[in-house]
């Protein structure tokens, strides 16, 4: 009675297809022309070999933006994950089912924001003479404070706004996460007069530990997206203290020498560095 | 312990202020003439003025932006839920020994770093002598779009009870016809969200269009960020009203996105 179905094939072979094409052409073409000297300028330009990887472990503005963007990647999925945490068991804790629906909503605002329109809102905020943010700050003092323009500090400013992003929207998740726990332990718990801080830091959160492994392991992947708002909020400075990987290699590719073989070579190693990176705790998490 | 509700509690309102009191104060300062933007403290009463608007809308690059985020995040959706919303389907009923693997290259399309995918495409598109049209972004961002949508359309479709597709096909219905007149329309709530969620990524998405643009496709997160780096006389009101209006699309999808996550969780505790 079963006939050899097609939907399958028809299915997936086309969409495969166009997927295979558009990931390994550029991909392929990424490391085929790190291994020349092409520029902007001229079209062509001649095999080099490994000249430009080479360069770049000798590059120390490379050095930095490897620097930058772990600081940034330890900096954003740490931030992130205890904002989202501390915020979602609140809102399990003390916020009715209705709270909980508004909450939620205003919550997802900021991580559906373009992140140029993010990175705007709060450049403006953190304006060091019209900010609202930094108003409290030169109303007392009577100094302007600008924290996008001190090395300092333009970093943490910048993550500041990712964390806003993602913490908010992975607290309603965090949030999501807890009510599909079984009640039953946490009224154990409270039977046995445990307090509402250890009924979570060892009945709830370790019951969780699974789902929020996999909310790290996204927003590591979402971390590498931090571009936009580094480019509207700093363009990498002051100086190059929030030059990230994908910063640098976009300056030198296409503002400043149009050095494409050499971008290349940097989005080659972020390339590979990333997805071995990413596989190997994939297959880890993955059961 | 009412201290800790009263503390827990004054934590979420603020909280809940700061996720939304930001863009509200752009939106403000969006309807404020430049002189009651630049002062010393921060004016709550004011007198509006729609001038930002009526400026930013009149604006050619502005509108030419409009249109080449339209069609580029529309076409690169509409050939995304075309094509991924069967191969989702097929993923979720069909499984093979293929199938895992599939779906991880799928979600491994989105550890590319950006920058390592536009470099190429941008010399690519130089090369072909498609740089700077539509054409190459609506291709670039169906990597996007269609990832995206197989990504979330497998677990729609996987919710989707087995019984009813089986009466159907013992109705007579061919496989073809259990997708789109079964499958479909009963996942189509999860089915929506995950389009809606595409069409954001694309809408908001900087990077690539950054790099594969110049002037004539230009997207219009490109033209905001580049009326926020005018130098002096910043035009303080234009820039807020532009953001506004970038941000406007999305946040008309708010309804449906929350309605995504919802589903997805409310299932799962079943």
């Keep these: ?287 | 312990m009412t201290i800790s509700r009263f503390l827990g509690k004054a934590v979420l309102y603020l909280a809940a202020f700061s996720a939304v009191f930001p863009m509200v104060w752009t939106a403000i300062n969006a309807f404020k003439n430049r002189v009651d933007i630049v002062t010393p403290t921060p004016l709550f009463i004011f007198t509006p003025t729609l001038d930002n608007f009526a400026y930013v809308l009149g604006r050619e690059s502005v509108a030419a932006g409009l249109v080449n985020s339209l069609l580029s995040a529309g076409g690169s959706v509409l050939i995304g839920a075309l094509l991924g919303l069967p191969a989702a389907y097929a993923i979720a009923r069909y499984p093979n020994r293929w199938s895992a693997d599939i779906q991880f290259f799928v979600l491994s399309l989105r550890f590319l770093p950006p920058v390592a995918v536009a470099i190429p495409l941008m010399v690519i598109w130089l090369d072909l002598g498609f740089y700077d049209t539509r054409l190459s972004l609506i291709v670039t961002y169906t990597l996007l779009t269609l990832a995206t949508v197989i990504w979330l359309g497998v677990p729609a479709f996987a919710r989707v009870p087995k019984e009813v597709e089986e009466a159907a096909r013992v109705d007579g219905y061919g496989p073809y016809a259990v997708f789109l007149l079964i499958a479909l329309p009963i996942a189509s709530r999860s089915l929506i969200g995950a389009v809606a969620f595409a069409f954001v990524l694309v809408w908001n998405e900087f990077l690539i269009a950054l790099m594969l643009t110049t002037s004539d496709a230009k997207t219009l997160p490109i033209v905001a960020s580049e009326l926020t780096q005018l130098g002096r006389d910043v035009p303080w009101g234009i820039l807020n009203a532009s953001v506004v209006l970038l941000s406007i699309p999305p946040l008309l999808l708010i309804g449906i996105l929350s309605g995504l996550l919802n589903n997805a969780f409310r299932r799962k505790s079943n």
Aim: hydrophobic content about 55%.
């Design chain 1, 1 to 287: 009675m079963k006939t050899r179905n097609s939907l399958p094939a028809v299915f997936l072979a086309p969409p495969l297809a166009i997927l295979a094409v558009l990931a390994f052409v550029p991909t392929a073409y990424a490391i085929y022309i790190s291994f020349r000297n092409r520029e902007l300028s001229r079209p062509d330009g001649s095999f080099v070999g490994l000249q430009n990887y080479l360069d770049l472990f000798s590059d120390r503005r490379f050095l930095n933006a490897v620097g930058v963007s772990l600081t940034w990647e330890v900096v954003t999925v740490t931030l992130t994950l205890v904002v989202a945490i501390g915020l979602g068991i609140l809102l399990f804790e003390f916020a009715s089912s209705r709270m909980r629906a508004v909450m939620t909503l205003l919550f997802l605002v900021p991580v559906i924001l373009p992140r140029v329109s993010a990175a705007f809102v709060w450049k403006f905020a953190f304006h060091p003479l019209y900010g609202i943010v930094t108003y409290p700050y030169k109303a007392i003092t009577g100094q302007p404070l600008d924290l996008l323009s001190s090395p300092a500090t333009a970093l943490m400013t910048v993550a500041l706004v990712d964390v806003w992003q993602w913490g908010l929207f992975f607290a309603v998740i965090v949030l999501k996460l807890l009510e599909t726990l079984p009640p039953q332990p946490f009224e154990a718990a409270r039977l046995d007069h445990a307090r509402s801080f250890e009924i979570y830091a060892y009945i709830a959160i370790p019951m969780l530990k699974a789902p929020l492994i996999s909310l790290a392991f996204i927003k590591m992947i979402e971390s590498l997206r931090a571009f936009d708002l580094i480019y509207v909020m700093t363009r990498g400075g002051p100086g190059i203290a929030t030059e990230t990987l994908d910063m640098y290699a976009f300056s030198q590719g296409f503002i400043e020498s149009g050095r494409i073989s050499y971008a290349s070579s940097m989005a080659v190693l972020m390339m590979v560095a990333t997805t071995v990176i990413f596989t190997v705790i994939w297959k880890r998490v993955k059961p």
